[in-house]
């Protein structure tokens, strides 16, 4: 009986520390960036692992008054590749610190 109760103790400090070790590396991954460029280098996105978007630069030959749309199709497809990055990045980080568990919420 009282072996049970200890494997149970064990286990909730294990679960304590990786939600330590979590919540320590979502801090760490609010600092770290991703980018991604598009139309030849001309759009540059930059994010971070809280998925915010920290920079747009737009090379001035990127903009073209007579196809603005096309300028604003580049844009929305770098800053979802940007997103993509950001994502990807922290659902491996996660996963070294959970090993390969997941939880739903977290990432």
């Known amino acids: ?51 915010e978007i920290l920079s747009i630069t737009i090379a001035p030959e990127a903009v073209d008054p007579d196809d603005v749309e096309m300028l604003q199709d580049l844009i929305l497809t770098v800053v979802n590749e940007a997103l993509r990055k950001a994502q990807e990045m922290v659902s491996q980080e996660m996963s070294k610190v959970t090993g390969g568990l997941k939880i739903p919420g977290m990432f």
């Open 1 to 51: 009986m009282f072996g049970k109760m200890g494997d149970m103790q064990k286990m909730m400090k294990q679960v304590q520390k990786m939600q330590q070790d979590m919540a320590k590396l979502q801090e760490e991954l609010a600092e770290r960036t991703v980018d991604a460029t598009g139309g030849g280098g001309a759009i540059k996105v930059v994010a971070n692992g809280k998925n």
